[in-house]
């Protein structure tokens, strides 16, 4: 899972500014809310409007759809069959599998993830992934971006 810290609209462009949350969406979607402040927020996220990036850590090459609303990095993920991240990370994820198989490992036990399942990793708790060989793996991901200093 990426270590991506960037804040942008819907469509994944990216803008310097690592501390607020998204106050509207080019993208047209007719389902934002309004919040204290009178900024309308992202509530529904739809992914045929967001373009395929490249996503890639080593051992790992796919692509994702991003979306940042409220704080949160709201991603669609697609990766090869065999993945096999190489680096641990360190920041918590919450997600729901679509299609193929893949094992969320940790230092000490393995987690095996199949469509239908979510998961909940917490911060700080190291662990990387690794695709079962056969079809790609689609997967539904939720974190918090980390503001930077």
């Not at 007719?30 to 850590?57: C, H, M, R, Y």
């Not at 095996?112 to 539904?140: L, N, W």
């Amino acid at each position: 899972m990426s270590t991506e810290t960037e804040i942008g609209d819907q469509t994944g462009d990216r803008t310097g500014d690592h501390t607020g949350d998204l106050a509207g969406s080019r993208s047209g979607n007719e389902n934002s809310g309004a919040t204290g402040t009178g900024a309308p927020v992202l509530v529904g996220v739809d992914f045929d409007l967001i373009p395929w990036e490249k996503w890639q850590k080593p051992g790992a090459e796919g692509r994702v759809k991003i979306a940042y609303t409220q704080g949160l990095r709201v991603r669609l993920m697609e990766l090869p069959a065999g993945f096999d991240e190489h680096e641990w990370c360190l920041r918590g994820h919450q997600g729901y599998v679509l299609q193929g198989e893949f094992t969320i490992h940790f230092e000490d036990r393995s987690v095996p993830c199949r469509p239908g399942m979510g998961f909940v990793i917490p911060d700080d708790e190291k662990h990387r992934s690794q695709g079962a060989e056969g079809e790609p793996t689609v997967v539904y991901v939720v974190d918090k971006v980390v503001p930077t200093a």
